[in-house]
């Protein structure tokens, strides 16, 4: 059964859904560059924790206003005076949040602009596709703040750039935008004008497919990279026996075979 998401529970995330099966999630503190507060977190995690089940085929998640998000909120932290076990445990929420993305089996696609800073780069990392325009920017200011990362960098922005860059950005306050921060493997698409549009034209792309199919990509592909060698070659031989004798993909395999399907050809 279909688990149904109510967009009027969410006070910092804007809800859109289109009919094509593509919801835009949009972080909504602008006036804090969509800084991480404890409720956006929650927030996060309840709908990514449901949109595999809400038959959700593609996300769409973005920052209103002049930046995606500026990271962890620092006022509310400086005001909560957290005790280490707290943090502790506010930094697990936010790891079971872009678990629940980056595991989900349902295709996020980040739009970026601005500030994709400390936290947010955490956040944009838990996703599939990154998209940046001209204006974005990069960086991990967590040295110069006196913290340390708590919501996955030293896991997916590490996975992204390597240990030696993630290390220099922590220390100096380094800042990546433009084709570097592509060539870097921080985004994958660079774009002059609206990274939004451009990150629902490949939303609206990803949703055509089958969900399994989907499932297997943005689930199993991150699962098999935690594994031994020998471990992921069965898991993926395991995985592939269920996706690809589907049912639903033998029409598809039909339209191959009778030349009617479109065939992959070089970009022009």
């Known amino acids: 059964m279909t688990v149904q998401i109510d967009p009027a529970r969410f006070r910092n995330l804007d809800l859109v859904a289109h009919d094509d099966g ?25 709908f ?49 949040a872009f678990n629940k993305m980056e595991y989900g089996g349902v295709p996020v696609i980040a739009a970026l602009k601005g500030a994709v800073v400390g936290g947010g780069l955490e956040l944009a990392s838990a996703a599939h596709v990154r998209v940046m325009d001209e204006s974005t920017y990069f960086a991990l200011p967590e040295g110069q703040r006196g913290l340390f990362t708590g919501g996955g960098a030293t896991i997916r922005v590490a996975d992204l750039v390597g240990k030696a860059r993630m290390i220099d ?15 870097l493997g921080l ?40 594994m031994s060698a020998l ?3 069965y898991a993926e031989a395991v995985l592939a026996g269920v996706v690809n004798t589907q049912p639903d993909a033998r029409s598809r395999l039909a339209a191959f075979a009778d030349k009617s399907a479109a065939r992959v050809r070089p970009n022009s």
Request: hydrophobic share 45%; glycine share 6%; aromatic share 6%.
């Open 48 to 96: 990514f924790s449901t949109a595999p089940r809400a038959g959700i085929r593609a996300v769409v998640l973005a920052g209103a206003g002049d930046h995606f998000c500026a990271g962890l909120d620092l006022v509310e932290h400086h005001d909560a005076d957290r005790s280490p076990a707290e943090f502790m445990h506010l930094c697990l929420r936010w790891h079971e």
């Open 169 to 183: 950005m922590m220390l100096t306050g380094r800042v990546y935008q433009g084709q570097e921060a592509v060539d």
């Open 187 to 226: 985004a994958q698409y660079r774009v002059e004008g609206s990274s939004l549009d451009k990150a629902m034209e490949l939303a609206r792309k990803a949703a055509q497919n089958l969900p399994l199919t989907n499932f297997a990509i943005c689930s199993g592909i991150s699962h098999m990279q935690n």
């Open 231 to 233: 471990d992921a070659a």
């Open 22 to 46: 593509v919801w835009v999630v949009t972080l909504n503190r602008p006036n804090k560059r969509n800084a991480l507060d404890a409720q956006s977190i929650e927030e996060l995690v309840e």
